[in-house]
């Protein structure tokens, strides 16, 4: 069954960037479409990006368009958010998801496999 690991996440100053993993064990994330997913405290969960099976379409949230990217390296069965110019609102625990089903979107519910989550907290 597959499962996913997160990391790269800490405490950044506003301005900062970090760069999330979510590494997958147990089988091939070829056939699986990734959303990296974030919850703050008292809110609700966010969709916030998505990238197809092949990688050749990717999906971001409005609140993070322009700041962050997110990439796959099939090889290395790890998928990746790169996160420029982060903000304190960015705070939150971040978490990726694989589906194999809807080839990925912002809405948690296409999702059967989640990771644990890492936090991200941005603050000087």
């Known amino acids: 069954q597959l499962q996913l690991v997160e990391s790269g996440g800490g405490l950044v100053q506003p301005g900062g960037s970090l760069r999330l993993s979510c590494a997958a064990s147990g089988d091939t994330l070829d056939y699986y479409a990734i959303g990296w997913f974030r919850q703050a405290p008292g809110k609700e969960r966010e969709g916030i990006s998505s990238i197809t099976t092949r990688g050749d379409s990717t999906i971001y949230a409005d609140s993070v368009k322009g700041r962050f990217t997110i990439s796959r390296d099939n090889a290395k069965n790890t998928v990746y958010l790169q996160m420029n110019n982060l903000k304190p609102e960015d705070t939150a625990i971040y978490s990726c998801?694989?589906?194999?089903?809807?080839?990925?979107?912002?809405?948690?519910?296409?999702?059967?496999?989640w990771g644990q989550g890492t936090q991200v907290t941005v603050s000087s």
């Open positions: 998801a694989a589906d194999n089903v809807f080839d990925g979107g912002l809405g948690a519910s296409v999702y059967d496999y």
